[in-house]
């Protein structure tokens, strides 16, 4: 059998056309996938964007609340602290006479 003749067998003629378009598919298969971890980076690379920028966010803004309650605590802990010396203060006293006794 030669050649030509193995070509005109209806078998022979549609494997070498599937294997044609195989081959003029692949660098199409190629680009396909290529496209598609483009697309897969580009929706990590966001994510990881959006949590860097959230948590600039929160901090930025935990600065500024800072900033703006300083006052604020400071003078909260100016009252504490002479309460709790009112509290040691009035710890210190006795509720009855030393020499007292308890009733029956």
């Given at each position: 059998m030669t050649t030509r003749e193995l070509y005109r067998h209806?078998?022979?003629r549609l494997g070498f056309w599937?294997?044609?378009v195989l081959l003029a598919a692949?660098?199409?298969y190629y680009v396909r996938e290529m496209l598609a971890l483009?697309?897969?980076f580009a929706v990590f690379f966001a994510v990881v964007?959006?949590?860097a920028v959230a948590?600039?966010?929160v901090n930025y803004i935990g600065q500024a609340g800072l900033t703006k309650s300083e006052p604020y605590v400071r003078?909260?802990?100016r009252?504490?602290?002479r309460g709790l010396g009112f509290v040691g203060e009035f710890s210190k006293k006795q509720f009855r006479r030393q020499h007292s006794e308890t009733a029956p």
């Open positions: 209806p078998k022979v599937i294997g044609l692949v660098p199409l483009l697309i897969l964007v959006t949590v948590l600039y966010l003078s909260m802990a009252a504490s602290r």
